[in-house]
């Protein structure tokens, strides 16, 4: 049985994902769990991500997840969504500085408050917020029937930087070039909501169900 | 190319049905929120937003059911204002599945409950709604001042203070209207849009009074809002969000089509 577990580690609001992950499920079972045992014998897992980076990591810690987290991305699919993309790279900026789990390499920064719009007109807002396109920087199963530059939704003041190249599986822009979609191995993490954006979003979704690592 | 700027339906919602008026020709029932939510969806909507303007606390309850459904349904952001005066009035939302909150009157009345809120939720789902109306005469230097109660009570606060006040309270958006244009459809108040959101770093939803598709295009373009909010525009079918789409779009305005 295909069993998708999605991770709450208190910060609440998992509703959206697991509706979007029931709607393109294929009848896979869909639990929302702050238990490692049940991360563990889980076909798959999905990271969520909201609030702040030390929140997260401090909850994940606090419920004993953390291993179970970094087990699953060696022995199964797992995507990690905004926040929780941020928390599986090595540090980030907000809060001070928050040490994160590094199952990939990089740092998470704060965008630059001097950004501006192209013809230098008007400052960019922070947070990046609203519908930016995704391009498909390697081929990845994830972005199958995905149109190259389609637009998914953001909303994030941080953005990751990657210290590997080659983990890079999309980019976009907003003042500067970010990772907005990284890969390594079972692991695939994004900085858009998937859960929120739309066809594309539950396109991606859907190929994560159908997702098996060779 | 980047991001782009966002076109929002509005639908003010009375105990679980939408008011106003909304007409679709293929909807049967028009004012059930869930389906009026599903179409703007397939019609391209980039958010949803509900106004909960139900007058009894006993129906509140009603919303959040509304909020759980259509988040079942529709895979873009919600947000839900009206009635938002607690923290766990945004935990019962967040959790019926909507993505911020809108915090209006409660704001005014105890500033530090947006902090609070930032605090707790993240200040992506914090909305401070803004009511401004003029209040500097003709000849003398603009000057908006917030006003509660549907734009019937002066607070004496100056819109774009309060603004920048909110931000630093942790407010991730502003939802700025402008109650001189709200229900004129003579477009927004674009001095009061481009004051504000060039006075404020977070993004800024213009709002009150577009009769037109290209009223759309000037809150975005002279406004430099980054998204429009409109209701009755699209309810009575006038237009459809593709039409507004393509109309900003041939504007030089980068939407998602």
């Known amino acids: 049985m295909n069993t998708i577990a999605i991770i709450d580690y208190g910060m609440g609001n998992l509703h959206s994902v697991a509706k979007a992950l029931e709607l393109v499920g294929d009848n896979a079972k869909i639990i929302i769990t702050n238990q490692a045992r049940e991360i563990k014998k889980a076909s798959r897992v999905l990271f969520p991500g909201v609030g702040a980076i030390r929140d997260c990591i401090e909850g994940l810690n606090r419920l004993a997840l953390s291993e179970a987290l970094k087990e699953a991305a060696q022995e199964k699919p797992v995507l990690a969504v905004c926040v929780g993309m941020q928390a599986v790279m090595n540090s980030s900026e907000e809060n001070n500085g928050v040490d994160c789990l590094g199952i990939l390499p990089g740092q998470v920064k704060l965008f630059p408050v001097d950004m501006y719009t192209p013809d230098n007109e008007s400052r960019l807002k922070i947070p990046h917020m609203g519908w930016n396109q995704v391009q498909h920087v390697k081929d990845h199963f994830l972005w199958k029937g995905i149109a190259q530059n389609s637009r998914f939704y953001f909303v994030h003041s941080y953005y990751v930087e990657s210290e590997d190249e080659s983990i890079v599986a999309g980019s976009t822009e907003y003042g500067v070039k970010f990772s907005s979609a990284l890969t390594k191995d079972n692991l695939f993490a994004v900085q858009f909501h998937p859960e929120k954006s739309q066809h594309a979003g539950l396109a991606l979704l859907k190929n994560f169900v159908n997702w098996s690592v060779e | 190319m980047g991001l782009a700027k966002r076109i929002i339906p509005c639908l003010d919602v009375d105990s679980g049905r939408v008011v106003k ?129 549907g734009g019937r009570k002066a607070t004496g606060l100056d819109a774009i203070e309060w603004a920048k006040k909110m931000v630093a309270f942790g407010a991730g958006e502003i939802l700025l209207t402008s109650m001189d244009r709200d229900g004129t459809r003579e477009g927004f108040d674009i001095e ?16 009150g009074g577009v009769g037109h598709l290209d009223h759309l295009s000037e809150g975005i373009i002279s406004g430099k809002a980054d998204a429009v909010l409109a209701a009755s525009i699209f309810h009575f079918g006038e237009y459809t969000m593709t039409q507004a789409k393509q109309h900003m779009q041939q504007a030089g305005i980068e939407v998602r089509l």
């Open chain 2, 192 to 207: 009061l849009t481009r004051a504000l959101s060039e006075a404020v770093s977070v993004p800024v939803i213009a709002s």
């Open chain 2, 21 to 149: 008026g909304v007409k679709f020709v293929d909807i049967r029932d028009a004012g059930d929120p869930v389906e009026i939510a599903k179409r703007y969806d397939e019609q391209g909507a980039d958010e949803i937003t509900f106004l909960d303007i139900t007058a009894s606390s006993d129906d509140r309850e009603t919303m959040v059911h509304v909020v759980e459904q259509v988040a079942g349904q529709v895979f873009i952001p919600l947000t839900v204002g009206g009635g938002i005066r607690k923290v766990e009035d945004i935990r019962r939302m967040l959790n019926a599945g909507a993505d911020k909150v809108a915090i209006n009157t409660a704001a005014v009345f105890n500033p530090e409950f947006v902090k609070e809120a930032a605090e707790k939720f993240g200040s992506q789902c914090i909305v401070v709604a803004i009511d401004a109306k003029k209040t500097s005469a003709k000849g003398e230097i603009d000057c908006w001042q917030i006003f509660t109660h």
